[in-house]
């Protein structure tokens, strides 16, 4: 089989030590540890970015220390670099979620890739964005598109790992509690049934199948847990009480 080899994140030239955590932070986050730093202002290793990486240590701890952009990529078989400015370089621009459809496929293959992150205050420069096979974009507010270094690994991370994971849409979320039984839901039916017929809801007669079908088909669509089953028929007991000692 293909070895699978997850992108690595080169930032280049970073400035401020919390940046360079925050942003193994965010990688981790997204199960991705290729970190690789190339020319770091404040040197490297750094206090601070130990402190700021705050459990993500092993990202900073496996990072690959570079002089140069070159040297940083030369192991790689594509490289996109991250810019939202516009650029006088003939590149295909793509998003995130674009970037990482080609990343998976390229990697599935066996190929190495990289995402070039420039410095917080400027970004990459053209020198530094010509190396690169491609530009990765974020549809950003154009009035202020600048994103910091750690938001912009986030983006890329979170897209990485979208498209690699299986991820449900929508999930219940279930506080230690189950989905009500058909049974419960059933009796919970009668129940709403002998209230409301005693209460005169079901109105005129020959109407009264028709509606009492709408009330059960509701209830079975509704999806309750067992919580809820309870919570409706205590409060049809209460308001049932509560009658009976008005008089009604």
Known sequence: MTEIIPPCFILVRPQMGENIGAAARAMLNFGLERMRIVDPRDGWPNPKAVAMASGAGRVLDRAGLFQDIPAAIADCDFVFATTARSRELVKPVVTPERAMEMTRAMVAEGRRVGFLFGPERA?????????ANAIVTV????????LNLAQCALLLGYEWRRQTETVAPEVMGLA???FA??????RLSDHFEERLEAAGFFYPPEKAPHMKLNL???????GLTRAEVQTFHGMLRQIAFKLRQMGE
């Open 123 to 131: 970004g990459l420069e053209n020198e530094d964005v010509a190396p």
């Open 139 to 146: 549809p950003v507010n154009p009035e202020f598109p600048s």
């Open 176 to 178: 230690r509690t189950d």
């Open 181 to 186: 039984t058909r049974l419960e839901v059933e």
């Open 216 to 222: 059960r088909n509701m209830f079975a669509r509704l």
